[in-house]
Every structure is written in structure tokens, then in C-alpha cells.
């Protein structure tokens, strides 16, 4: 089984710069071992089972809660019979059509 899980949590009403939670959120998934990856607008991490993955997410999104009066979260699933490490193959795989 692979889960993918792209993500972002946004703390709302705790200032414009909103970096450091953020880093918070993502120094959680980081410190969870699954593979991930953190862009300009999501965080992704893979596991093979939907309660892995999401612990990590739900854990992540209480760091920013505990520090934000108000958080919004976006949750994007994509959930597979298969081998893991999705991560980086489905990238490799965009990568060689552009070559």
C-alpha cells in the first residue's frame, strides 16, 4: 500500500509572517522519518498505511493550533495498492516526458 498525503497548514490571525509555525509543522513531519517533501504550497509525505500518514498530518496540524488562535489545513490523498516510494518516482516519471 502507498498513501501520499500533500498538505498545508495555514495559522490564521497570528501575523503576517507566519514562518515559524510553519517550520513547526513541517520540523514534525521531518522528525517522523516518512519520506516527505515541502514545497511553496505543501508539505508531502508518504507511508504505506492511512493511519501512519496521518497521524503525522494530524500531529503537524496541532503544533500550528497550539500556537494560533484559528488554523486552516488542505488535505490532498492519493491512496494505492503498490510499492512506496511514490515520492520521488512520480516526479522522475514528469521529469523524463520533459526531457
Avoid: Y
Amino acid at each position: 500500500m502507498s498513501v501520499l498525503v500533500a498538505f498545508s497548514v495555514t495559522p490564521i490571525g497570528s501575523g503576517s509572517d507566519v514562518g515559524e509555525l510553519v517550520a513547526a509543522a513541517v520540523r514534525v513531519v521531518r522528525d517522523s522519518g516518512l519520506p516527505n517533501r515541502t514545497d511553496a504550497m505543501f508539505t508531502t509525505v508518504e507511508g504505506e498505511t492511512w493511519e501512519e500518514v496521518m497521524a503525522v498530518v494530524q500531529a503537524a496540524v496541532a503544533v500550528v493550533q497550539a500556537a494560533s488562535p484559528r488554523t486552516s489545513t488542505v488535505i490532498k490523498v492519493d491512496w494505492r495498492e503498490g510499492p512506496v516510494g511514490r515520492l520521488e518516482s512520480k516526479v522522475a516519471s514528469v521529469e523524463r516526458h520533459l526531457a
